[in-house]
């Protein structure tokens, strides 16, 4: 198992090999050791690579994953798992704001907390917090699935589109267009999926609330355009 320790090697030379990885490579699993809060570690990962790092992380971390598994052990700075295309982003700790921002696919298990803009225009990623997240999440999120087992901030789920938000615990406000909607099977069904891929044994379907677009933004019908 290659392990990379960044203290001594450069953050480059980690992600050259994670990006070099051929379809016969028997490196499959990477451990990243004294990160010290780099920046952009394990990004652009385009294969079924598993990269294990010890320790906390700043921004853009596994960034455009496409098929890789990132675990970090410990917290991560802005951009998280942002425009992540495929495979799982697991952070032991908390993650700072825009967490999962444009992210097109893949999951992302957050055990603490996330701050603002967590899930910002998501367009198809799975989210699953297991804390509370801040205000503005899922800003214009388009697709994908936001589930949070605590609390959500100000001005949830502002102006979005079709993703879907699950909250368990409490909302202190709801952005443009965002409302309370009906939690039907196959939802329930869907929430219990996610919750099983994210470890999540505290929290059962039955206690969150769903929510969502009245579509009723301008994009959904022009004649709603003087509105805002």
Do not use: W
């Not at 503005?136 to 949070?148: D, K, N, R």
């Amino acid at each position: 198992m290659p392990v990379f320790d960044l203290s001594q090697t450069p953050l480059r030379e980690l992600n050259s090999a994670l990006h070099n990885l051929g379809a016969s490579s028997n490196d499959t699993l990477f451990e990243v050791v004294n990160p010290r809060g780099h920046h952009a570690v394990a990004v652009g990962i385009d294969g079924p690579v598993t990269v294990e790092v010890k320790g906390s992380v700043g921004y853009y971390c596994a960034g455009m994953n496409d098929g890789g598994t990132v675990t970090v052990d410990g917290s991560a700075g802005p951009g998280v798992a942002e425009n992540m295309m495929s495979g799982t982003v697991v952070i032991e700790g908390d993650a700072s704001q825009y967490a999962g921002a444009t992210g097109r696919g893949g999951l992302l298990v957050i055990r603490g907390n996330a701050a603002s803009r967590c899930g910002i225009s998501m367009k198809g990623i799975d989210i699953v917090v297991h804390g509370s997240i801040g205000h503005m999440s899922a800003f214009m999120g388009q697709s994908g699935h936001l589930i949070v087992c605590g609390d959500a901030g100000e001005a949830l789920g502002d102006s979005i589109y079709e993703a879907k938000l699950f909250v368990r615990g409490s909302v202190k406000s709801l952005g443009a267009d965002c409302i309370e909607k009906e939690m039907r099977p196959e939802h329930l069904e869907k929430l219990a999926e996610l919750l099983g891929k994210a470890g999540v044994t505290q929290a059962k379907p039955e206690e969150f609330k769903r929510y969502g677009s009245a579509r009723k933004l301008y994009n959904f019908n022009i004649d709603n355009a003087d509105a805002y």
